[in-house]
């Protein structure tokens, strides 16, 4: 009987916890209803639409102004529902080139930028996807436009798989990851670290590049890591394909590095250099088409005529001083100094018997001497007002044989005058910007830009002599979002 009561006693028990956790849990559900949670943003069970209902309540975040060079944020991910930190972008820029010159060519030479001739173009329009996050990034950026096509006319090859036909589109395509608390190892193709300005126009201070600018890497391929040793010092160490290569024209790799030091909070200085090597290695191409690059050691067994595989090395080094006088006003110079071995030179021997040297009594020979280029450039902006703000620029770029800056057409005033000789590129310019900026999105650009020659070098109108003169008149509308 004892048992039996006992056992009763148990099973009432249990059907008390059972009413009672039944009437907690509906209470627990009512409260909920009127008091709902948001979820938590890192929560992996959260569904869609619950975050949607949770971010529909949260205010709009204004789109922040481009603090740095090449990068900017530009849509909050929080406003397309996802849930990594992926930030999307779109940039337009159109232009109509004015040349005074009138030339009866439709591109102008020696620059990039604004190279249509009175037309209207597109002169970079790039959409992009950029990944943040503490420990990886990255970044893809699609592009397009005249400036693009003139920068990477260089991109050809005749190696089988290269993606030459491809890769001229490609602005950057990286990815990189945190190796220590401030220290960040990226690889593939990203923006080149030597110069002021930027590849993307908005950023610049004078709507186009400055002559510098326009013979220097806009873009790298390769490895590149860098660390910030304090607040005010960091470095970079870049392993490249090479000089502008995404795809490479030799086996050799290039060096580059950067040291920035931030003086005050309103001075900085900057140090960029390259070193590598810029000669085009020999090819062989077998029965089935594959191309084979040799260096001047795989040589021996190649019985065909070449030219001899000399490694030409370039030395570049890049000096930049930016002072912020005021919060309106600004300064920025730069001096670049460039090298290059010259691969052959004439030697005197009359001791080789002429008939070993059909040159005689000189030879060829691998030359230690370098040909060498400089630059200086000048910068200055003021903001006249919240909306508007001019600029200036003024830059001598000097390269007599060359060795960076080929000339493309010669005059013919040298085959006129036997005795006199050209002096190569040695240009001067003068560029004065104004700025209409009514928001963050949008920018209205005009520019006059002069040029002076110490040869004739520049086309004019329909005459086939050239001149040493170059007048444009540029306006420009920006898009960025």
């Known amino acids: ?67 740095t060079k090449e990068q900017e944020t530009k849509i909050d991910p929080k406003k397309i529902d996802l849930k990594i930190p992926l930030e999307l972008g779109v940039f337009v820029d159109g232009y109509y080139n004015a040349n005074l010159n009138r030339p009866t060519a439709t591109s102008q030479n020696y620059t990039t930028q604004a190279i249509q001739n009175n037309t209207f173009a597109i002169n970079l329009a790039h959409i992009d996807a950029k990944l943040e996050t503490e420990k990886f990034r990255g970044r893809l950026a699609l592009q397009t436009g005249t400036s693009v096509n003139a920068n990477y006319a260089n ?7 290269s993606n030459q036909n491809s890769v001229r589109n490609i602005q950057e395509a990286y990815v990189g990851i945190k190796l220590g608390k401030k220290t960040w190892l990226d690889a593939g193709i990203y923006m080149g670290n030597i110069g002021f300005e930027a590849w993307v126009s908005a950023y610049n201070w004078v709507y186009t590049r400055a002559l510098v600018l326009d013979n220097v890497p806009y873009y790298s391929t390769g490895i590149r890591l860098s660390h910030e040793f304090t607040d005010k010092l960091s470095a970079q160490l870049h392993i490249m394909n090479g000089w502008q290569n ?16 931030k003086i005050t909070d309103k001075m900085k200085f ?26 001047k050691e795989q040589h021996k067994d190649y019985t065909s005529p070449y030219t001899p595989y000399t490694r030409n090395t370039r030395y570049y080094h890049n000096f930049i001083y930016q002072h912020d ?53 000048i910068w200055v902006v003021y903001k006249i007002f919240p909306e508007w703000r001019i600029a200036g620029r003024l830059e001598r770029y000097i ?15 040298y085959q006129k005058e036997p005795g006199k000789r050209p002096n190569g590129f040695q240009v001067s310019g003068i560029s004065l910007n104004l700025d209409y900026i009514p928001n963050e999105y949008a920018m209205i650009r005009f520019e006059l830009k002069y040029r002076r020659s110490m040869d004739p070098i520049f086309d004019y109108a329909d005459s086939s002599e050239l001149s040493r003169h170059e007048k444009m008149f540029i306006s420009a509308m920006t898009f960025k979002y």
């Open 1 to 67: 009987m004892l048992q039996y009561y006992m056992r009763l006693i148990h099973l009432i028990s249990k059907l008390w916890l059972i009413v009672f956790l039944f009437f907690l849990n509906q209470a627990l559900v009512s409260q909920e209803l009127q008091n709902p949670k948001e979820p938590s943003k890192n929560t992996k069970d959260s569904k869609p639409e619950e975050s949607k209902a949770a971010n529909s309540n949260l205010p709009e975040l204004p789109i922040e102004s481009p603090k």
């Open 270 to 295: 900057t140090y960029n250099n390259f070193i590598g090597n810029e000669t085009t290695a020999p090819t062989k191409t077998d029965v089935i088409g594959t191309v084979y690059m040799y260096s």
């Open 399 to 413: 390269d007599r044989e060359g060795a960076n800056v080929p000339i493309v057409r010669q005059s013919t005033i």
């Open 325 to 377: 006088i005021t919060d309106k006003f600004a300064v920025a110079a730069s001096f670049d100094i460039g090298f290059q071995i010259r691969g052959t030179s004439d030697k005197y021997n009359p001791f080789i018997p002429q008939e070993n040297n059909p040159n005689y009594p000189y030879y060829n020979k691998h030359s230690s001497a370098f040909k060498q280029w400089y630059n200086g450039t």
């Open 246 to 261: 995404i795809t490479d024209n030799n086996k050799d790799k290039s060096l580059g590095m950067q040291i920035a030091y």
């Open 155 to 161: 991109e050809t090859t005749n190696q089988k798989y």
